[in-house]
């Protein structure tokens, strides 16, 4: 069975700052997908980043990058300069196929100050 | 990316009484997924809807207490019945995106918060 390990409860970040949020799963495939998925106080899931285990090249998105170590089974995500409108819950997560089924992390609570 | 529509928003309910949960989406997709958000945790898979035939569901979960219909690709409902404190969490639909690069996409529902007292 698939797990995805979230190690990190709650980060805190001053504004302007970079954080980077560290995310471990375990799987036998070798094709499978990976995401970091924000919530915030709204309760709305929203995608930051996706990518391939396919992909050799990590992912980025604006402010948002991942460092995909696909051999050590890590998928961190560093986000760069931060807003106070990234405090939210992130959760890595996981999908062995295309069918949007997906496994999730436990979450990491990241929190930006002034 | 598809919008999906998520009814009722939030409810308090009577232990030992059911709810049931609607999920519309903007666009026909062949999948659907229900998931239980509980305090403080993360999201779990309870089933997954597919258009005419029977839900699958996840280990943990049974069909006694979490019903789903989908009558058509673009609409599904889930129920929690007789409902109990732990019961007490945010449900959540999801669809996969559509196209070529949007279907290794999960979106999301705005979530149902369920208070049962």
């Known amino acids: 069975a698939q797990t995805v390990t979230q190690s990190q409860p709650e980060m805190s970040v001053q504004e302007a700052e970079t954080v980077t949020l560290s995310c471990t799963y375990d799987?036998?495939?070798?094709?499978?997908?990976l995401f970091w998925y924000k919530q915030p106080p709204s309760r709305q899931m929203i995608l930051v980043i996706r990518?391939?285990?396919?992909?050799?090249q990590n992912a980025t998105e604006n402010r948002f990058s991942v460092n995909f170590q696909k051999a050590a089974k890590s998928f961190s995500l560093k986000i760069s300069d931060s807003q106070l409108g990234d405090t939210a819950m992130y959760f890595c997560?996981?999908?062995?196929?295309?069918?949007?089924?997906?496994?999730f992390g436990a979450g990491t609570q990241v929190v930006v100050t002034p | 990316s598809a919008v999906i529509s998520q009814k009722p928003s939030r409810d308090i309910c009577q232990r030992g009484t059911s709810l049931t949960i609607q999920c519309q989406v903007d666009s026909q997709v062949t999948m659907m997924f229900w998931y239980r958000q509980q305090p403080g945790q993360s999201l779990t898979l309870i089933a997954t809807?597919?258009?005419?035939?029977?839900?699958?569901?996840e280990s943990g979960f049974v069909i006694d207490k979490f019903p789903i219909s989908r009558p058509n690709l673009t609409f599904s409902t889930l129920t929690v019945s007789n409902m109990s404190p732990e019961d007490s969490s945010i449900y959540l639909c999801?669809?996969?995106?559509?196209?070529?690069?949007?279907?290794?996409?999960?979106?999301f529902g705005q979530g149902t918060r369920l208070t049962v007292v």
């Open positions: 990518q391939e285990a396919y992909k050799q």
């Open positions: 799987t036998s495939e070798n094709n499978y997908y």
């Open positions: 999801s669809v996969k995106g559509q196209g070529a690069i949007l279907n290794t996409e999960a979106f």
């Open positions: 809807a597919n258009q005419g035939s029977e839900a699958t569901y």
């Open positions: 997560a996981y999908s062995t196929d295309s069918w949007g089924k997906l496994q």
